[in-house]
């Protein structure tokens, strides 16, 4: 599975990419009760903001825990689907989902 990317918006307008490590999915599908693959077929908001989360801290880029973070963030898009789009995924857009190919 390629690794997924994240662009995560913080409060203060600073903006990071969070990496999906495999060490961050483990920890997402221990979370969840799920894999990222299934949770990709139906996936909640939380699901993206927890990916980005473990991402981070994971990485050692996200010292808070995952509720603290979300305190702290504006917005978690999908940094490859902006990529591919040359535009910025907005609320409203679909992201692509974990576990699904772009081509």
């Known amino acids: 599975m390629a690794r997924v990317k994240l662009k995560v918006t913080y409060s203060d307008g600073r903006v990071v990419e969070s990496i999906v490590s495999p ?4 920890d997402f ?7 990222v693959i299934k949770a990709g077929r139906d996936m909640h908001q ?4 927890y990916l ?7 990485a050692g880029r996200e010292a808070a825990d ?6 702290q963030i ?5 940094a490859d689907a ?22």
Request: hydrophobic share 25%; proline share 5%; aromatic share 12%.
């Open 23 to 26: 060490k961050a999915e483990v």
């Open 29 to 35: 599908e221990r979370h969840f009760g799920t894999s």
């Open 46 to 49: 939380q699901y993206y903001y």
């Open 52 to 58: 980005a989360w473990a991402g981070l801290h994971h």
């Open 66 to 71: 995952f509720d603290t973070f979300l305190g």
């Open 74 to 78: 504006d917005e978690v898009v999908d």
């Open 82 to 103: 902006e990529e591919e789009s040359g535009e910025e995924p907005g609320p409203t857009k679909a992201a692509r989902r974990p576990g699904t190919s772009s081509s």
